[in-house]
């Protein structure tokens, strides 16, 4: 079955993710991006699961508001996610650290958003 143009930059966003994670540029987990934050070398972008919890976006929205770091709330879930990313359990967060990557990211999720728009 041919894959829909939402369902082929969703893919795409969670490969960008995904080659993020080889390549070391990634954070994960709610507490570890909430810490990495206040560091000099702050990531470049914080990236939220769709099923998190209100006190957790409130808590990662603030936090990134605060620090000035760019935020998104993905359309896919803390399981899907952890899945991308080679991981066991689900996740909540994660935050790029490389500025080249997280371009490659933002290029995905605009993707993604022009097929949700349409």
Same mark, same amino acid.
């Given at each position: 079955m041919p894959m829909n143009k939402a369902d082929a930059a969703r893919q795409k966003l969670l490969s960008g #993710? %995904? #080659?993020?994670?080889?390549?070391?540029? #990634?954070?994960? %987990?709610?507490?570890?991006?909430?810490?990495? #934050?206040?560091?000099k070398n702050k990531p470049h972008l914080v990236l939220e699961s769709s099923d998190t919890s209100a006190a957790t976006h409130k808590k990662i929205s603030d936090k990134c508001n605060f620090y000035q770091v760019q935020y998104v709330r993905l359309p896919v879930t803390g399981e899907e996610l952890a899945a991308a990313l080679g991981k066991t359990s689900t996740l909540a967060a994660?935050?790029?650290r490389d500025e080249n990557l997280c371009r490659v990211v933002k290029a995905a999720l605009d993707a993604l958003n022009e097929t949700t728009e349409q």
């Open positions: #993710l %995904g #080659l993020c994670a080889k390549a070391r540029a #990634l954070i994960f %987990g709610t507490p570890m991006v909430c810490e990495s #934050l206040r560091e994660v935050a790029v």
